[in-house]
């Protein structure tokens, strides 16, 4: 899916954690998601940290209890997302 720029994929480990959620959660998910690929740069989104220690290099992005757990390709303009998961279960 291209978001003005910045292209978004999900794992399939991703995609699965969503089905298994409420629509209520995943939609709102989605759509966090979605906005964060079309921020001109992700990083500087206000609900993204970067990760430390084994998933250095990776980033999060807060969404009410649930983490987003995604990279970061600038080069090819590209968000991988790798989970999603409830808060506290993620690192």
């Known amino acids: 899916m291209q978001e003005k720029g910045w292209l ?10 969503l089905e298994r ?20 740069n992700p990083l500087q989104h206000r609900d993204v940290r970067s990760l430390e220690g084994k998933l250095k290099g990776y980033y ?11 990279e970061l390709d600038t080069q090819r303009r590209r968000i991988g997302i790798l989970a999603v998961v409830p808060r506290g279960k993620g690192y």
Do not use: A, P, T
């Not at 998910?29 to 906005?35: A, C, G």
């Not at 999060?60 to 209890?65: D, K, P, Q, S, T």
């Open 21 to 40: 959620l409420e629509d209520k959660f995943s939609n709102r998910i989605l759509d966090h998601i979605e906005k964060l690929g079309e921020c001109e």
């Open 60 to 70: 999060r992005l807060r969404v009410g209890e649930y983490r987003i757990i995604f």
């Open 8 to 17: 978004l994929e999900l794992s399939k480990s991703s995609i699965k954690s």
